[in-house]
Structure formats: structure tokens, C-alpha cells
């Protein structure tokens, strides 16, 4: 398969379009693509005259002898043309609107129907390939709607039955892309088109899930417009503005707190005040700046970090002009201190908002990178996934859950039921203790751990209803660990499947609502399971065909997860732009 891209930005290699673009095209060369970019602006392409000589006295070629002779045969032979342009006045930029009018060539002149209208069809199509189109696409405006003329424009101009638009990746907010201390927290986009260009040389389109978080916002729109705004005031005011004169008024002399090492901060105060122990004076050369924090929630307090002469030092009130003002609820700095919550993700999600100097605000990572690893850190902190899911995906823990169960289920009919209680009690409480190093555990494992507790001590006291119906009562336990959660803020298969997406999305609530109906699926297959091995015991002549129904009822329940955690989240995305 020949891949063709035709890059429109006049950023040409060192734009967001093209950050995205060879993202696309790493993917469809590792699925095995050819692949080559076309840089218009490197190229001499004159505007097309209108004066029709392509189709009248030398059909096919333009009176023109410039690059675009070269790039005419190349567009004829491709089998996927991938157009990517930034997003000028809601429609493609000046060069890529030139290069496609000067595509006229390849068309004929004639006017044929196609069902209820009209259009000129493709020169030298062949009738049997259709060439696949891909429209790329990013904005300086955090909301996807800016796109739609873009969109249908495209959607005319492949409205033939030579070609097909068989995907759109459009990002809006893409400026993002192009700040080193956010661009790593937003690695998942990239990751995502380079899976889509995977996806579109094998499926011939993206996949729905992997559009689904192509289509997930880089941003909260209200904290994007104040980053940008931000940006905008330092560069428009780069060469206004002076450092005020040292204040020392409303403000407690430099307070030093005692920082152990290994040990994270227990409250917001410790953490901002702290931050001295982790300033990084190369980092800051000869900056000289006040940071001014406002925080509110259960620790309301002001605080100041003043950066002088290669020093930093903290003070607790307030300045006059600091450099930089950070209002953020306590409870959201301590999670960013403590390395449980990515800055740049909280910034992006709206969760603490900032004024002043935005060239200040992207270099606090880098300014408190060190010594002191283990102390405060600022925004640039990242999330990290549990040690166990770096070997293990998050999924195959949910297997590694049902481990005693399997034992007690395997082991039941032919072991002491108490041996038989015992071992599943056992490798339960291994799973439970490994994950509580590890990770939180889940209702799952945790609801596992005591099950079994309770019913080994039962069997040891012998007590006759737990040793009669333990195959009802286990069933009643797993329905009710995964219903459970449904009132909790995750439902259970959302704790597992988590750590296959970015922390951007965990709480997305298509994401929520695709794992609550998977989850509920399941709870419900228990409690059914439960029924028919109630009934088992009071129609013993139906054992037998009892068993072997609530068997089978795991089958559908398994086709259902793995088709509805696909389809779901595209039909979800759909409805929700509705």
C-alpha cells in the first residue's frame, strides 16, 4: 500500500499538523506502508489561472511547468492520500488550497450524475480502486465544532466514486502539542495516531475505540482559553514588563520546614513550603520572581515562593506583583505534590487556574526538579502506573482475581471442602496483601478475601449451611462485589481495564457508563447463577441440566464484553455530539 501525505502547514516540519501527521505515518509504515511526505511549502506550485487549457487543448497537463507536474502522478498512483492542514478560517490553509486547486488536472471536464446530483469525475480512475482519503486537521481553538466546514468540504470534494473520506483526525486545542512541559502528558494523542495510522493501511479506517480518543479533548475548553491567553500577554508584554522592587510587606520572614527524605507531605502547607528543598538553582539561572499561591479548600492559606539571586525561599501572605499567582484548592496541590496527580493534567482539566507569566507556569517542573526527588514536586509531576501492570495488564489482574475461586470451583468435589476453603483462602489473601503493596485492591479482591475467611471459619465450626449451599452463596458474593460497585466511584471492571488508557480518561463519563453496563452484565449473570444453583439443591433431578446451563451462561456474557467495550464507546461518542 502506497501512503501519500501532503502536508499544508507553513510551519512545514516544525508544526503541531506535522507532530500528528508523522505520528499517523509511523503507524502505517510499521503495518507496512510506503510512505512519503510532500512539504508544500518547500515546493513552487503557482495558483491555477482558470483558463481550462487542462481540459481542453492539452488534456491532463497544466499550463504550469512547476512542482506540481512531479506531484500528478504520484496523487494518481497513491492508495491512501492523507491531507493534513491547520485549521485557517474554518476551512485549509493558503497553500494546501492552492495545491488542491491546481489537482483540476486529474479531472475531466465533463458533468456526470451520480445519483440525485452532478459531478466532473477522475481522469485516469480505473473503475476499480477507490483511493482512500484521510483529512488531518488541528486549531488554536479548544472546541471540535470549528471543524465542521472543513469537514464538509471534504466530504464534496470525495464525493465521487473514485474516492472515499475514510477518516478524520481533528484536534482541537493542538498548540498544546508544541509546549515541551506538557507534551509528554499528552503522549496518548500521539500514541493514538500513530495506532490510527496502523489501523487505516490494515482496516482501511480507524477503529471506533481509537477514534474515540482521538476525539477526546486535549483540555478543558475554559482552561485552554486562559492558558492561551496567558501565552499571548507574555509575548505581546515580553518587552514591557520589569521586575517589581523587593517587597518584604505581608509576608513572614523565609520559613525552612524539615524534609525527610523518602517521605511524601501530609498537608498543602508542608508541600508548597517545602518546595525550596526541591529547587534546582541551574534551572533558573538569573530569574528573579515572586509565585504567589491562593489556596482554598480545607487548607485555605497564601504563601509566596521568592526566587532571587539563584535561591528560593518560602514565606507565608501575600505580594503586591508577583510574577506568577497560582489559585488551587488544597486538596488538588498536596495530590500533585504527593506524585498521585499529573500538574499538567490538573491545569488542562481546569482543576487550579494561574495568572500571570506563562513562560513561568511551563518551567516550574524544571525549576523544583532537584535535589530532592522526594519533596514537592511542581506541575510537571506524572502519573505512574502500579509496579504489577507494568508485567501484567490491567486486565489480566481481573483473571488473576478469579484464582480462588477456580481453585475452591475445581477443588470442591473431590478435596475436604475445608482443604478445598482453605487453599482458596490462602492464594486469596496473597493476591489481597500483594496488591495492598502495590495498588489499592478492588471490591473484587478484597470481597474474595474475606468470602473465603468467613467460610473456612464456618466449615471449621461446622456449620451446616455454609457446607450445603457454598455454590450459592459464592455466586450471591460475586454478584453482589460487582453491583457493589456501581454505587462507588468507579464501577469494578473500570479498576482493571483503567490502566489501557490514559488518566485523562478515567474519569470520562463514556469511559464510566461503558464499564457500569458491562459491570452490571456480569452482576446479573451471578445472581442468575445463584438462582439456578438454588435450585439445584431442591430439584436434585435437575442438577445436573442446572449446572450445565449457568456454565454456559458465561459464553454470552464473554461475547457481549468484548463487542460492547468496543462498540459502545463509538455509539456513546455519537450520541453524546448529538
Partial sequence: MKVLAINGSPRDRNGNTDRILQAFLQG????????????????????????????????????????????????????????????????????????????????????????????????????????????????????????????????????????????????????????PALSESLNWYLDAARKAGGEVTTYGRILPETQRILDTPLADPEAYANMANLWWDSQILREEKTLP???????????????????????????????????????????????????????PGEYVLRIRNGRCTAHEGRVSNPALTIHTPSEVWLKIARGELSGQTAYLKNMYRVKGDYRLLLKLGELFSGP??????????????????????????????????????????????????????????????????????????????????????????????????????GYVTLAGAWLGTLAAEAPLTAEYSKWSYPKALWTHPVFIRTNAIITTVWGWVYLTQAVLALAGHFYREWMLILMIIRSLLLIPAFVFTLWFQKWYPAYGSIRKKA
Avoid at 513550603?273 to 491562593?294: C, E, R, V, W, Y
Fill in 28 to 179: 502505517a509504515r510499521e503495518a507496512g506502508a510506503e510512505v512519503e511526505t510532500i512539504y508544500l511549502r518547500d515546493l513552487k506550485i503557482n495558483p491555477c489561472l482558470g483558463c481550462f487549457t487542462c481540459w481542453t487543448k492539452t488534456p491532463g497537463v497544466c499550463v504550469h511547468n512547476d512542482d506540481m507536474v512531479q506531484i500528478l502522478p504520484k496523487i494518481r498512483k497513491a492508495d491512501v492520500i492523507v491531507y493534513a492542514t491547520p485549521l485557517y478560517v474554518f476551512t485549509v490553509s493558503g497553500l494546501m488550497k492552492n495545491f488542491m486547486d491546481r489537482l483540476i488536472p486529474n479531472v475531466d471536464p465533463r458533468i456526470v450524475k451520480r445519483g440525485n446530483h452532478f459531478i466532473h469525475s477522475l481522469r485516469y480512475s480505473n473503475g476499480q480502486k477507490v483511493q482512500k482519503i484521510v483529512l488531518m486537521s488541528n486549531c488554536g481553538f479548544p472546541e471540535s465544532h470549528h471543524f465542521s466546514a472543513l469537514v464538509e468540504t471534504f466530504k464534496r470534494f470525495t464525493d465521487n466514486p473514485d474516492m472515499e473520506l475514510v477518516a478524520t483526525i481533528l484536534c482541537a486545542g493542538g498548540e498544546l502539542l508544541s509546549q
Fill in 245 to 299: 522592587e523587593e517587597t518584604f510587606e505581608n509576608i513572614s520572614p523565609p520559613i525552612s520546614i524539615t524534609v525527610r527524605e523518602n517521605r511524601l507531605p501530609e498537608s498543602c502547607r508542608e508541600a508548597i513550603l517545602g518546595m525550596p528543598h526541591a529547587f534546582n538553582p541551574s534551572a533558573a539561572g538569573s530569574l528573579n520572581a515572586d509565585i504567589q499561591f491562593h489556596v482554598t479548600g480545607s487548607e
Fill in 372 to 473: 530532592e526527588k522526594t519533596v514537592s514536586q511542581a506541575p510537571s509531576t506524572t502519573e505512574t502506573i502500579p509496579k504489577e501492570t507494568s508485567r501484567l495488564p490491567g486486565m489480566a489482574w481481573l483473571t488473576m482475581a478469579f484464582i480462588p475461586w477456580i481453585i475452591n470451583w475445581a477443588t470442591s468435589s473431590f478435596l475436604n471442602l475445608v482443604i478445598s476453603l482453605g487453599l482458596s483462602l490462602l492464594t486469596g489473601m496473597l493476591i489481597w496483601v500483594y496488591r495492598c503493596v502495590f495498588e489499592k485492591p478492588t471490591w473484587m479482591e478484597t470481597g474474595t478475601f474475606v468470602y473465603f475467611a468467613v467460610c473456612l471459619l464456618m466449615a471449621l465450626l461446622g456449620n451446616n449451611f455454609f457446607q450445603t449451599y457454598n455454590d450459592v452463596l
